[in-house]
């Protein structure tokens, strides 16, 4: 990316899981145009977030579901840009499933995405943000979590588990400078939306229960991720952040 940073803020270091497509590609695009430095994590290819960002982006291909793998991450990480600042727990899964066919196999497949990643992930990076004095942790959750819709009960139960982890994670590490929010977007196009919950009609169906009635797009989530990135943002924790255009409130 060749434009200007356009924060005057301190440049920080950002690991954002799943950066590879979707919500944590646009996620480290957003982070990166305010100058920070951002390492992007995911088993997947992550050329195409590394071709949009330039040489403040460094790929790092790992599983968050294995803690060696997300040990050396963090690390490489550090050592790369000197630090890690911001995490952005963004990698999920989200299979529809019936509940009466879901395996044992399918419930923990989902679990060990959406909440030992973030665990594995956060934990490993604390030591850096508590030298540091200074740290964000953001939870990229689910507005399912006040909805629980019936094809999604293994998703709905490890987004509000990450809900849950939120809050006692930011009571954990608040007094090292480091908050922990989570934000809740609703149904938000993106490929595997569109391959899975969006199929048949589902934006247009999700878009009629919404108070904005228009269908969310990854870049309606920007402006809350970097309000709890901010600096100034250091009052701002244990808090889940809805942004779904007004279906759920709370
Ligand atoms: N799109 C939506 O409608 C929506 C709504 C609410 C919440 N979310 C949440 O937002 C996040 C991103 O969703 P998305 O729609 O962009 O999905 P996506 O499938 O486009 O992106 C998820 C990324 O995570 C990566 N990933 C999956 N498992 C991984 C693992 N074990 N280790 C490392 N990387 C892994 C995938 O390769 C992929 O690049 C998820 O946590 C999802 O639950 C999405």
Known sequence: MSETPSSDGPQRVVLVTGAAGGLGREFAIALAARGHRVAGLDLADLSGTADAIGDRFHPVRADVTDPDEVEAAVEETAARFGGLHIVVNNAGIYPPLEFEETTLEDWRRVM????????????????????????????IASAVVFLGPPDLVAYTTSKAGLVGFTRALASAVGSHGVTVNAIAPGLTRTGTAARTTGADGGFERVRDLQV??????????????????????????GQTINVDGGSAMH
Do not use: Q
């Open 112 to 139: 060990r995405v959406n909440l030992d990643g973030p665990f594995l992930v956060s934990r490993a990076a604390l030591p850096h943000m508590k030298a540091a004095g200074w740290g964000r942790i953001v939870n």
């Open 212 to 237: 904005v009635r228009a269908v969310e797009e990854p870049r309606d989530l920007l402006s809350t991720l970097l309000y709890v990135c901010d600096e100034g943002s250091g009052f701002l924790t």
